[in-house]
């Protein structure tokens, strides 16, 4: 494309520009050295990166430039640096994928932290680079510089992430790769962090990159013996029951969970992060344990009601959404067999039995190899579930309508969207109110998929993660239920799936407000509502949607959601449909609340 705006004389510092401009020809030319950006590269495509997310600015620009040079490499620049975390996370959501991220020196990085907590709460693998003033300059008071003894990124980067770095120099550059590359795969997947002044980027290295394989492990070791005494007690059990988590949210841990399930004749609940891990139609599907989930999982896993004798926690990590406030009924006289990536984790909240410690899908595919040898040398199925513990609570509610004209409630426009779902659909939930109807009224089936990023709970990674996901996975719906109020924080990012033609669903809820505030404060204000967070102008979600370059439709009468879902869906490009609602109808948040009156009383 030729250049719209040429500069007729350079006018900026000449160092720096040489610093910062990387003539392509040098770069391409293969007898010479390589220079530490074009190893940077090498290493990015042999651990299968295609795209980088980011902000562009001076102190990253060398990496930013060379990114756009590459054929093989796509740019996505984003509107803020905290919506590029997330969309990178996105991208790396349901695996197959690897994350990277790039924003510049000073407030581009301190930008990204929101979204790379999110990451780091969930486990999600990424790449986060940013930049620095030149290292023989830190210090001295260069322009966005954050060094060590001032504003220090990498320290500030050290909680979020499973190895923050500066590169000193770049002969250590392929070592600090090397490291943070490892540390971002094994065990727990997570987030790693590089930092690197400007000045490194052209220095030419007599090295090349190495293959992955020679610096990383697979992630599959397990305790044999500790899968043999959980395949014993499970047989044994009388009534067991499972609790799967978002750990075993892989495609091949959650095939594994299904057939052990039917196998071994057990229920399952799911946590509400993992809400459809086991498909919530299927027979022995309780639904979700958790805030805003069902009263059957409820009974099942925390009263004495249903006699349960064993429960066991596939990848969930026992926290206080899911455990309702770690209630001590999930345990009281049973057997606790507690499958967990991360050994913190076991034993953390509960007191443990059989601990597992590693990779779901490995360990799962050991225990049922361990299960089906037990059973055949005579060892016999103790489970006396006949029938499963099931409510028609799952069963979406039906005919009741909003008293309010043009309006509907959230559960009868959720009731017709579970009707209309195609089969191999991702939803994202963004956090609020919407959130809460999701978990209680959304039915995830086999093969579609639910995403909530509950850990950590930011507003906004249900509204921009969707485009990452889109963009990785283009063969997939991906639809993205979120509030008026998370589009308001995050929504310019929709400009972007725009630009590229990214085909998400925006279903946003509308109710101007932030209805989970209203409503919660309601509860514990006895009765009061927080009015400030009622928006004092209506947000105009059509002109919004409009603006950005996205296909709006209009829902507020039964009916209209199914039509509007499938013109959103053959489309191809990015939609976004207003479902108005009756902002009177509170979601279903009693548990939530009794924590925060917690908090008061506290
Ligand atoms: C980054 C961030 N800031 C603040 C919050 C606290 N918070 C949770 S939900 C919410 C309001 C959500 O409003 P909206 O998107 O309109 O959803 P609704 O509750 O109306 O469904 C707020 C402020 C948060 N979770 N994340
Ligand atoms: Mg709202």
């Known amino acids: 494309m030729a250049d719209p705006f040429p500069i007729d004389q350079p006018h900026i510092n000449a160092e720096l520009l040489e610093s910062m401009v990387v003539p392509v020809a040098a770069r391409i030319d293969a007898a010479a050295p390589l220079s530490m950006v074009d190893l940077m590269l090498r290493y990015l495509k042999a ?61 581009g990085a301190t930008n990204l932290i929101t979204g790379v907590s999110v990451a780091f709460a969930d486990g999600i693998p990424m790449l986060v680079i940013t930049g620095q003033a030149p290292s023989h300059m830190l210090g001295k008071g260069a322009a966005q510089e954050t060094p060590r003894e001032d504003i220090d990124i990498v320290g500030m980067f050290k909680p979020i992430t499973k190895y923050s770095a500066m590169v000193p120099s770049a002969e250590r550059f392929s070592h600090h790769f090397r490291r943070a590359m490892r540390a971002a795969h094994s065990g727990r997947p997570g987030p790693v962090h590089l930092n690197i002044p400007v000045n490194l980027w052209l220095h030419r290295l007599e090295e090349d990159c190495l293959s992955p394989e020679s610096y990383r492990a697979a992630n599959s070791l397990f305790d044999r013996e500790a899968v043999k005494r959980a395949s014993a007690a499970l047989l044994q059990a009388k009534r067991p029951v499972f609790l799967v988590g978002s750990g075993a949210s892989g495609q091949t841990a959650r095939a594994q969970v ?155 426009w959720r009731t017709e969207l579970n009707l209309v779902l195609p089969p191999d659909t991702v939803v994202y939930s963004d956090i609020g109110g ?60 929709l400009i972007t799936a725009a630009e590229h033609n990214v085909p998400v669903v925006w279903i946003v809820e509308d109710n101007q407000m932030h209805g989970i505030t209203y409503h919660g404060s309601k509860l514990v204000n006895g009765g009061r509502p927080m009015q400030s967070i009622v928006n004092r ?36 490009g990015p939609s976004l449909i207003r479902v108005r609602v009756d902002p009177s109808i509170s979601p279903p948040l009693g548990d939530r609340a009794k924590t925060v009156a917690g908090f008061k009383r506290n």
């Open 258 to 412: 299904l057939l052990l399930a039917e196998h071994l004749k057990v229920p399952v609940a799911t946590t509400p992060r993992a809400k459809g891990v086991f498909p919530e139609d299927h027979p022995q599907s309780l639904g979700v344990l958790g805030f805003a989930g069902h009263d059957v999982a409820k009974a099942v896993l925390l009263s004495d009601d249903h006699n349960v004798d064993l429960v066991f926690t596939i990848g969930a990590s026992l926290n206080e959404t899911t455990t309702l406030n770690w209630h001590p009924g999930l345990v009281a006289g049973r057997t606790l067999i507690q499958m967990d990536i991360d050994p913190d984790r076991i034993g953390r909240n509960y007191p443990t039995s059989v601990a597992l410690v590693g990779d779901c899908a490995t360990i799962l595919w050991e225990l049922s190899h361990q299960v089906r040898r037990h059973v055949a040398d005579g060892k016999r199925l103790n489970s006396c579930w006949t029938e499963w513990p099931r409510t028609n609570e799952l069963a979406p509610p039906r005919g009741v309508g909003s008293p309010m004209r043009g309006r509907l409630t959230p559960e009868e």
């Open 47 to 107: 651990e299968g990166v295609t795209v980088v997310f980011g902000v562009p600015g001076g102190l990253l620009h060398p990496f930013f430039d060379a990114v756009e040079c590459d054929d093989e490499l796509e740019l996505v620049v984003n509107k803020h640096e905290g919506s590029a975390a997330f969309m990178a996370d996105g991208f790396a959501r349901l695996g197959e994928h690897f994350a990277v991220v790039a924003a510049t020196s000073g407030p």
């Open 537 to 572: 102008r209506e947000l105009k979600i059509d002109l919004l949607a409009i603006a950005m370059g996205l296909s709006f439709h209009d829902v507020s009468e039964p009916g209209q959601l199914t039509i509007a879902l499938r013109e959103a869906l053959q489309n191809r």
């Open 434 to 493: 919407h959130m809460l109807f999701n978990i209680r009224h959304l039915m995830i089936t086999r093969g579609q998929r639910f995403v909530l990023n509950l850990g950590f709970g930011s507003m906004g990674h249900g509204t921009v993660a969707p485009i990452g996901t889109a963009m990785a996975h283009p063969e997939r719906p991906v639809i993205a239920i979120i509030g008026d109020a998370c589009l308001a924080m995050n929504g310019l990012e």
